[in-house]
């Protein structure tokens, strides 16, 4: 009993620096946006979503997800060796990168149907910023399986913090009409990743891992861990192209300011709800698989988390949906007010995910990834659709729209169906008990 105390305290505290860590950085960046707003130009801000977009997609295939075999590996040796493969995978991706870059450069972006959507400057920047994603990736994965939490807390305030005064810097009024305003966000949350992963490297220098092997242990650790890259790649590939199809798709072919204000409707009601699901992941997860595992009920549980989470939030949810045009005015000047609009499309989806991100832990606790995936395949498609269906109407908005009604009804049928996974499990619970 003491000795299951000590395990709990130990992975609360754990819990509680990383979720501090992740507090301070997505709260200094999200009110960092009261600044920034009236520093840069929806145009400016629609061309750094486009930038980020593309940035989320790519890491995804930096390194093929291969550094999360760091924390299961079965030996230190092996987990420092998949790290270090996982590392080489970056560096390789990353200067193809730079060549495709140097060549739509050279060929001319409208070529390829980008016309004036990507400065050079700012493509000359995706390499650099995939190659510091795929190695913070690598890094904070080492150290999770070391357990260095506080070291992966420090490095994101000090990633997050950096990049926040950076961009700040660069948007000041005397320094409007000069390359470094026009790429100042993006630039800004480059820099302050490579303050991070400097952080975070010095942090790993000063551990004793072990040497890694050569080429022959780590092509061994690369068929161990296929999976990752033959089905995890996959899922998180389709996963981030369907989520950034706007910004990727959409914002070649309608004004850049309309994207700027669908991103920063994004970032107030996306930022804030993944705090939210950060923190009951963490909570949930442990107590829902130690009562599975243990042949324990859970569905009072979670009916009782999904009641206090959702009811108390509905009437907040409506006042905005009603009032969101003058809260943005308010808050960020009449030329944000539009961002209503978006705001409106956005909720309903937003809501419905409180619920089903929460819980979105379930499909691992009953091995049930394969049929989770059939969902994602299925919100794909439908976004596909709806990118289709603003094109041909000639509407971003209509776009937008219909995105956000495709992931508030695919949100809503996995909310349904985590709850019939576990109505399954309470069924079998009593016939066991029986």
């Not at 992963?197 to 861990?225: C, D, Q, T």
């Amino acid at each position: 009993m003491k000795l299951r105390k000590i395990i709990e305290t130990r992975f609360f505290r754990d819990g509680a620096t990383l979720l501090g860590g992740n507090l301070w950085a997505q709260g200094i960046a999200f009110a960092a946006y009261f600044l920034i707003v009236r520093l840069y130009s929806s145009q400016d801000i629609g061309l750094y979503n486009i930038f980020y977009s593309y940035i989320e997609v790519l890491i995804v295939l930096s390194t093929c997800r291969y550094e999360q075999a760091c924390v299961i590996a079965p030996t230190d040796g092996e987990a420092v060796a998949v790290g270090r493969l996982a590392l080489r995978m970056n560096v390789v991706f990353s200067l193809v990168l730079v060549l495709i870059a140097i060549v739509i450069i050279v060929v001319g972006p409208q070529s390829i149907g980008m016309d004036g959507t990507m400065q050079a400057g700012v493509l000359m920047l995706i390499p650099p910023m995939v190659y510091l994603c795929g190695t913070s990736r690598v890094y904070t994965a080492l150290l999770n399986r070391f357990r260095g939490f506080g070291q992966i807390a420090v490095s994101e305030a000090v990633g997050s913090t950096g990049g926040v005064v950076l961009k700040i810097l660069f948007g000041l009024p005397r320094l409007a009409s000069t390359v470094w305003h026009s790429i100042g966000l993006p630039l800004g949350t480059v820099l302050g990743k490579a303050a991070s992963n400097v952080n975070l490297l010095m942090r790993l220098r000063k551990m004793e891992l072990p040497r890694s092997a050569g080429r022959a242990e780590r092509r061994a650790v690369a068929v161990r861990y296929r999976n990752f890259a033959l089905y995890t790649t996959p899922k998180d590939l389709v996963n981030s192209l369907s989520y950034n199809l706007p910004f990727i798709w959409l914002a070649l072919l309608f004004d850049k300011g309309e994207v700027g204000l669908l991103g920063l409707a994004l970032t107030f009601t996306f930022r804030p709800v993944n705090i939210l699901n950060n923190v009951f992941d963490k909570l949930l997860y442990v107590r829902v698989a130690e009562r599975v595992r243990s042949g324990q009920s859970v569905m009072r549980d979670l009916r009782r988390f999904l009641m206090h989470l959702m009811l108390p939030l509905l009437p907040v949810f409506a006042v905005v949906f009603f009032y969101g045009d003058s809260i943005f005015g308010f808050l960020f000047g009449a030329r944000w007010s539009s961002c209503g609009y978006y705001l409106r499309c956005l909720l309903p989806w937003v809501y419905i995910m409180l619920g089903t991100s929460s819980l979105g832990f379930l499909s691992n606790v009953f091995s049930r990834q394969r049929s989770e995936f059939v969902f994602y395949i299925v919100l794909f498609v439908m976004r596909i659709a709806s990118m289709v269906a603003g094109i041909v109407a000639g509407s971003f908005r209509i776009g937008i729209l219909c995105f956000a009604l495709s992931g508030a009804v695919v949100s809503a049928s996995l909310l349904v169906w985590y709850l019939l996974l576990v109505r399954r499990y309470e069924e079998s619970v009593v016939s066991c008990e029986r």
